[in-house]
């Protein structure tokens, strides 16, 4: 066949200003045809069995036709269609709808390791060069197909192919995807090795964590508190008495066993002892122990006292304000001597404690109002330590916030985050009731919050129906009148349930900020054995220092 032949129902035109300069014998229907379908823009598109190229030139619009049944396998596609192909980094094959492979990119040849240009599919399937065709059967379901496929080469890919319709609907051509699923399989070998790699970081995280824990679950960050925790550790090595002042809620008892944790006496016991959990007539006893017939009462044989039992180890007297004058002195010639006498008896006993005491009253003006003897305060306050409250340290907030959010989660399994707006409402309140006041807040919080993510207005409405009163024990005294009445929270129910729910929320806000059960019951005005049964009752739990 001749070139002109070949070309013979090649036609062109050229269109300006909307008139038609110049043409070719292009017959008049075509022309309109492709003036109709054109649209601004558009470098080629097709007209009944026509190929349509438009170039913009300075003489006017050119459209050129070219018959389809003139291409052939070789110019269906342009020189940049070649490259843009060759440039995809999986294979890629493209087939006329009788199963002849007109195209094959670069990156097929190499990882099939076959040059399928110009064969047909059914034939390469025969020779065993593949062992399937996916260009076959996509032909035969005229639908996209995706099928696993193994070469000469023994490598197996997975292989994608898509059927190329024309304006009637019917396949003109299919494409085919090929992706080496050996690199796949790579990348999931790592990314297991990375999740087996982040699972034992993960557990060796958690061991740190839990060795840390069992030491001390303090958290400082403020400058305030690094100053503190400093100081904690320089006089951790030593065995002198220390006092811990601070506002109710702040710690003292995290500082006690940080202490205790960092001491020679780390491997020995840490003995607990509220002086206003236990009633006055028996801290003597159970301070100091007793021998038998020492009182009516007294246990045959004896008992040895707290101090006895921590011997070798370290002794926390919190609430020290509250421990009666005449057991002060005794407590004087323990600090003094090293030595405790049982009741009834007149033998001392030596003893090897460390004492850490701590409380949240002024000592200094109880010594002038003559209830705290002057010399046990001296005795006790070698070593002060005052832990500032969590409204001067703003900077322990957050952290201290994601502590109790990781400890809530191991506890009951619920895992809460907390939205960077409505920390920033728990960063700015005053919390009267520190560290212990934020805890219980961000345990409510996650209890009652019914999304994971704790929203701005939750906490706003849980800080703004907290009933919570500090009350400070020398506030106590010098304004025994006074009485703030908590706002009532929002409830839903009946009536009934609702006055349930608010007496629950009542002791268990109780519990959380006193030491004992006869201290809450004694705040509620309710007997203590009231107060037992309403715990059992609403199945309340809490950790008690000292079982009366």
């Known amino acids: ?160 192919g898509q059927p190329i319709l024309d304006e009637d609907g019917k396949l003109q051509y299919v494409v085919a995807i090929t992706r080496d699923m050996t690199q796949l399989k790579l990348l999931e070998q790592e990314v297991q090795k990375l999740e087996d790699q982040n699972e034992n970081f993960k557990c060796k995280l958690q061991a740190l964590h839990n060795q840390e824990s069992r030491k001390s679950s303090l958290i400082a960050v403020s400058s305030a508190m690094m100053q503190v925790v400093k100081r904690v550790m320089r006089v951790a090595e030593v065995d002198s008495t220390v006092l811990i002042g601070g506002e109710s809620g702040v710690g003292k008892e995290e500082i006690t066993k940080l202490i205790h944790a960092y001491s020679r006496r780390s491997h020995k016991q840490i003995l607990t002892i509220n002086c206003s959990a236990i009633p006055e007539t028996l801290l003597e006893s159970e301070l100091f122990g007793y021998e038998s017939g020492a009182f009516t009462g007294a246990s045959k044989g004896g008992k040895a006292g707290l101090f006895e039992i921590a011997s070798g180890g370290t002794v926390f007297l919190d609430e020290i304000g509250e421990m009666p004058l005449q057991l002060q002195a005794k407590l004087l010639r323990v600090l003094q001597e090293s030595e405790v006498q049982r009741i009834g008896s007149g033998r001392p006993i030596a003893i090897d404690v460390r004492i850490i005491a701590a409380t949240n009253r002024n000592l200094a003006d109880m010594v002038r109002q003559g209830s705290f003897r002057e010399d046990l305060y001296y005795r006790l306050n070698i070593i002060p330590i005052e832990i500032p409250p969590l409204r001067q340290r703003r900077q322990d907030i957050i952290p201290l916030v994601n502590h109790f959010l990781a400890l809530i989660g191991d506890k009951y399994g619920i895992h809460r985050t907390i939205e960077s707006s409505a920390m920033k409402v728990l960063e700015a309140y005053t919390w009267p009731g520190n560290v212990r006041q934020l805890k219980n807040m961000v345990e409510r919080l996650c209890l009652l919050a019914t999304q994971p993510e704790i929203t701005v207005s939750t906490v706003q409405q849980e800080l703004d129906s907290n009933p919570l009163v500090i009350r400070q024990v020398d506030n106590t005294v010098q304004q025994p009148n006074v009485q703030q009445q908590p706002a009532v929270p929002l409830f839903v129910g009946t009536l009934k349930e609702q006055v349930a729910m608010f007496e629950k929320q009542l002791i268990k806000q109780a519990l959380s900020e006193h030491p004992s059960i006869r201290q809450a019951a004694k705040a509620l005005g309710c007997d203590q054995s009231t107060l037992v049964r309403k715990i059992q009752k609403f199945q309340l739990t809490r950790h008690i220092s000292y079982q009366e």
Do not use: W
Not at 2 to 28: A, C, M, P, R
Not at 29 to 56: A, D, N, P, R, W
């Open 1 to 160: 066949m001749s070139v002109t032949e070949l070309h013979k129902e090649e036609h062109f035109f050229i269109v300006k200003n909307g008139e038609v300069i110049v043409k070719s014998d292009i017959q008049q229907e075509l022309l309109e045809q492709i003036s109709e379908k054109y649209c601004k823009g558009q470098e080629t598109f097709e007209v009944q069995e026509y190929f349509v190229h438009v170039v913009e030139t300075s003489q006017g619009t050119l459209f050129t036709a070219r018959s389809l049944k003139q291409f052939n396998d070789i110019d269906f596609m342009n020189p940049l269609s070649h490259k843009l192909l060759n440039s995809i980094s999986d294979g890629v094959t493209i087939c006329d709808r009788h199963g002849k492979i007109l195209f094959q990119n670069d990156i097929d040849i190499e990882i099939v390791g076959i040059d399928l240009r110009g064969r047909y599919a059914k034939d390469v399937i025969a020779e065993g060069l593949m062992s399937d065709s996916i260009s076959m059967k996509v032909i035969e379901s005229q639908e996209k197909v995706t099928i696993l496929q193994t070469f000469i080469n023994g490598r197996c890919f997975l292989v994608t």
